[in-house]
């Protein structure tokens, strides 16, 4: 069991009596401990980038008479300045998915086309590699939240099942409505997530192999940020995976309640 952080503060309020004040601090001190690491870990995490950046333009400097190297270099540092973009880009949706009312107004979102969203922006890097995306079983599912962070969310797990997966596999996506949750699956056939690895893949900066995640561009964010999202709509997000066959990431959300999908017929009673 864990220690519990108490902090005490005692006020006397007559010549008899004393008022003891007794505050749980385990839970602050947690948090603060969270942010501490996050913030040490970009440090760590933005470095990598711009050292190597730095680096690369040194190189470039004195290759300036080799017109091959220079190329070379020059597209090393063009990779480098899209994985710093991509990073910084996730810095900020996770800090933004941080601050208490990200979700901002929430509203009656279509579940369907959050996945066609999130599919349609997936498609670039999967027709690259000559991954099939196949969506099924949809039926209308609503949720009550955010669209642009479902689809943030969905389109991260899209992602992530091309990038682990071999050249012209096979990428499904499907949505259930059941018993009251939405579960929208995202299946691969990929290289699949040691068991060991798969509670700790949700921690932000996380990666099972960080050198191969760094050929795919990952910044190990990704799957934090589907975390929180989830966590902000009531739900959950988790992974089922073997390696060698394939992973499952499953988003479980609330289904919108019948209040919360039609609140005209409960604002206006006849
Ligand atoms: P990254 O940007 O590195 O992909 P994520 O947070 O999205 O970061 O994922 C964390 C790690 O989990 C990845 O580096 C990878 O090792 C593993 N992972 C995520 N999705 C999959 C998947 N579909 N198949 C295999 N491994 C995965």
Partial sequence: PGVLLVQVRVAQVSARHLVVFAED????RRLEAIRRDFVVNISHELKTPVGALTLLAETVEDAADDPTAVRRFAGRMRSEATRLSALVQEI???SRLQVAGALGEPSL???DAVVAEAVDRARTTADGKHVRLEVGGQQGARVFG??????????????????????????GIGVRDKAGLVEIAVVDEGIGIPAADQERVFERFYRV?????RDTGGTGLGLSIVKHVAADHGGDVTVWSEPGRGS????????????QAAPAATATPP
């Fill in 25 to 28: 601090l385990t839970q602050a």
């Fill in 92 to 94: 900020i949706e996770l």
């Fill in 109 to 111: 979102v279509d579940v």
């Fill in 146 to 171: 955010n669209h642009d962070l479902l689809v943030t969310a969905v389109r991260n797990l899209v992602d992530n099942a091309v990038a682990y997966s071999a050249e012209a596999s096979h990428v």
């Fill in 209 to 213: 192999d960080p050198a191969r995640s």
């Fill in 248 to 259: 499952t990431f499953t988003l479980r959300l609330p289904a919108a309640s019948r209040e």
